[in-house]
Every structure is written in C-alpha cells, then in structure tokens.
C-alpha cells in the first residue's frame, strides 16, 4: 500500500504571524479615505486564504466577537494547531478549514474583507487566476513555486478579472512627496527641505 504523499506545507511549517497592515481596521480605515463605504468592522465577515494556523486572525477574532472569520490553509497541521488556540480561548467567531483554494465551492458566501497575506507569488498562474476570481466572486465590497512579479504585472492580471488596485496596507507608501522640476535630491532630502527643525 503507497504511503500517502506529505504536503510540503505540512513538511516544513512556517512561523505564522499577525501581520498589521492586513487588519480590518486599517484596511477599512484606507477605503474610507480612499472615498469608499466599507462594512464596519465591529460586525463583519473576513476570509483568508492561506492562513496558517490562524494566528493573523485571532487577534481580530477576539476583538470584533460580533464579527466572523474564516481561514483556509491546504496544509492539515497548521489548521489543527489553530483550531487547538481557538478552542482554549472559546472563540466561536472563528473557523478554520482546511483545504486547497483550488476547491473552495462558489457557493462559500461573500465576505468584505478578503485578507491573501504573501501568497500570490508564491503559487502558480493557474492558483492566482483561481485567487482573484474566489476574490471577484466572494468580495461583497468589491514554496514549490516563488514567481516574483512586477507590481504593474499584478494590477494587470487583476484588471482581466474585474478587480482594481485600491491601496497599499502600509499607506505611506502609496503617499507621493513631490519633488521640484530639475532637482535630483532624494526624498527623503526633500522632506527635510520642506520640514526643516
């Protein structure tokens, strides 16, 4: 009898994270900035794709009880360490599944926020196509492989299935400071010109 073949994401498990430019406060924070309506957080519904053992969620999960989330995570061990966390702290918010994004059934339901932390270039075109569409069709607002990509590659991919770049987690990098014609001194220089002590 052939011994089932390991996942390599159960093989060698990554240290998981909270990571807080994915926070649905500072994402819904961007969007209202950015002239958008988006649901508010202290009753929303949040998925993320490739969530590990859930620990980017749990701290969300805790504080927002009126809120749901679901993570997914193709790997079996990650998912049962999570679900072991989340039954000692008695979250009933928070669900965690396991199982391949490549399977996740249209019929999931919408979520407003969608949280896919370091995952896009490390999967393959035919995974990214699948993650931007489980995007467009369950966004009620709107490894093996590394394949590092432009960033002008990216808004164009997304563009062929509906969606648009709205902004970056971390906002200061999308905020421009602007330079006077012919001057070649750095940014950072021209702020200290602007803002001198």
Not at 106 to 119: K, R, T, V, W
Not at 177 to 191: C, D, M, T, V
Request: proline share 7%.
């Amino acid at each position: 009898m052939a011994t089932p073949k390991l996942d390599p994401y159960d093989e060698f498990l990554y240290e998981n994270y909270a990571y807080p430019q994915t926070h649905i406060n500072r994402l819904a924070t961007l969007a209202i900035l950015l002239g958008m309506t988006p649901v508010p957080i202290e009753n929303c519904r949040v998925l993320e794709l490739a969530c590990g053992d859930g620990s980017n969620l749990l701290p969300m999960a805790y504080a927002f009880p009126s809120s749901r989330f679901l993570g997914i995570d193709r790997a079996a061990k990650p998912i049962a360490s999570g679900r072991e966390i989340i039954e000692r702290l008695g979250l009933k918010n928070l669900e965690l599944r396991q199982f391949d994004l490549m399977d996740m059934a249209e019929e999931s339901g919408e979520f407003d926020y969608i949280i896919a932390h370091g995952l896009y270039s490390w999967v393959p075109p035919p995974v990214r196509d699948r993650l931007l569409q489980l995007c467009r069709s369950h966004l009620a607002l709107l490894a093996e492989v590394n394949q590092p990509v432009y960033f002008h590659q990216f808004i164009q991919h997304a563009g062929n299935h509906g969606l648009q770049f709205l902004a970056e987690a971390e906002h200061f990098q999308c905020s421009r400071i602007r330079l006077p014609a012919g001057n070649r001194y750095s940014a950072s220089e021209a702020w200290r010109r602007k803002h001198p002590d």
